[in-house]
């Protein structure tokens, strides 16, 4: 009985085998060329003394329950109020992570009469969160502007009477291009509506002191910024900065919130002092941005493609399985790259993502590009 029940399951893995997407879990090895520790701070001595700190002032590895039981803890409350005055929120509010905040922000913010518009390269996290809104929503092509303001006035005529609220991240984490914020931002600002500005992968490596490209906007009440924490910041978990109205709906409305046990209390004494960090070592962004600058030149250079301008750098390869054998081939070859595949990026652009951090340097760039394009020669037609 057991064994039909799950044959189903096998075929559905199979399926996905012949179409070259089935997954595995691979284990770590060779140079880094696939993590979003960006700044290296993942193992930074910083962290670590700070989390051996707090463990020696007595700061608990659990919450042992959600922040509204037992589990609000102190170290939770100075992180949100530390995070607040340095990215420029009036508020701040810490979940376990980035998929959690996305999850339940755009299940519990977006109203029945509202319209959510959101970027057809948005994360999974916002489906996800889209999914469970009562609000409609619609995609618009990758980084459209005119298709953004088309959407909410077609909505406006059919009757709309609600708040359009926009969706998209800064930096597109499989393409690694930056979203066109000052655009969306008037937009949201001519319809009387809030943009959702997703920071995840630029939050520590890009704007002043590494606050993000949406520090670049004016502060108003109708943005809402997502800073993830599990990247460039080299620990995990996600601030959503809101305004305090906006940030204690969730606390009073957000299931994900309320129902999930908070984040370890020595997970936010780490993020209050990666914060510090950003703002006492700017060298790192600076070192940062001299390696993205060399990959994309090297890039251009060795494979003939063009670059994204930033630390994620898309190796479009086409076809899942080709991809799959190639990235197999790099980390025999000592380096660590994975493959993308279909749903996470559209089909027939599954690609190699190569992110650039300070866990390499430029004789290894050079390196791993040569050897790629030697490992391509070989295997494309």
């Not at 020696?56 to 995070?83: F, I, M, Q, T």
């Not at 990758?142 to 303001?149: E, Q, R, T, Y």
């Not at 943009?195 to 670049?216: K, M, N, Q, W, Y």
């Not at 080709?322 to 660590?336: N, P, Q, Y």
Request: charged share 25%.
């Amino acid at each position: 009985m057991i064994r039909d029940g799950l044959a189903r399951y096998e075929r559905t893995l199979a399926g996905l085998e012949r179409k070259g997407r089935r997954r595995g879990l691979l284990p770590q090895g060779g140079v880094d060329f696939t993590s979003n520790d960006y700044l290296a701070l993942a193992e930074a001595p910083r962290l670590k003394a700070a989390i051996t700190s707090a463990i020696e002032r007595g700061v608990p590895p659990g919450a042992g329950g959600s922040r509204l039981l037992r589990g609000n803890h102190p170290e939770h409350e100075a992180l949100e109020a530390e995070a607040a005055a340095y990215f420029g929120s009036e508020r701040c509010l810490y979940f376990g992570s980035g998929y959690a905040a996305n999850t339940a922000l755009f299940s519990t913010l977006p109203q029945r009469d509202d319209l959510i518009v959101h970027d057809a390269l948005i994360h999974a996290s916002v489906h996800e969160g889209i999914s469970a809104s009562k609000a409609p929503s619609v995609s618009v092509p990758h980084n459209d502007v005119d298709a953004c303001a088309e959407a909410i006035r077609n909505w406006r005529k059919a009757g709309g009477t609600g708040h359009p609220w926009i969706a998209g991240e800064s930096l597109y984490s499989m393409d690694g291009d930056r979203a066109p914020l000052a655009e969306l931002a008037e937009i949201a600002e001519q319809n009387d509506g809030i943009l959702v500005i997703d920071e995840a992968h630029a939050t520590g490596v890009f704007g002043p002191g590494g606050r993000g490209f949406a520090a670049s906007l004016d502060r108003r009440e109708n943005i809402i910024v997502l800073h993830t924490c599990g990247k460039a910041l080299g620990l995990s978990g996600a601030l959503v900065g809101a305004s305090a109205t906006l940030c204690d709906y969730l606390v009073n409305r957000a299931r994900g919130f309320i129902y999930s046990t908070a984040p370890s209390p020595l997970m936010a004494a780490g993020v209050r002092e990666a914060l510090k960090v950003l703002a006492d070592e700017p060298e790192r962004r600076e070192a940062l941005e001299a390696l993205q600058r060399f990959a994309n030149v090297e890039l251009a250079r060795v494979l003939g493609m063009e670059g994204s301008g930033s630390q994620i750098l898309p190796v479009r390869i086409g076809d899942n399985a080709l991809s799959v054998k190639i990235a197999a081939r790099m980390r025999e070859k000592g380096f660590d790259i994975r493959a993308i595949r279909p749903p996470t990026v559209p089909e027939g652009t599954a690609r190699l993502r190569i992110a650039i951090t300070l866990n390499v340097d430029k004789p290894m760039i050079s390196r791993m590009f040569a050897e790629l394009a030697a490992i391509m020669a070989e295997e494309m037609p």
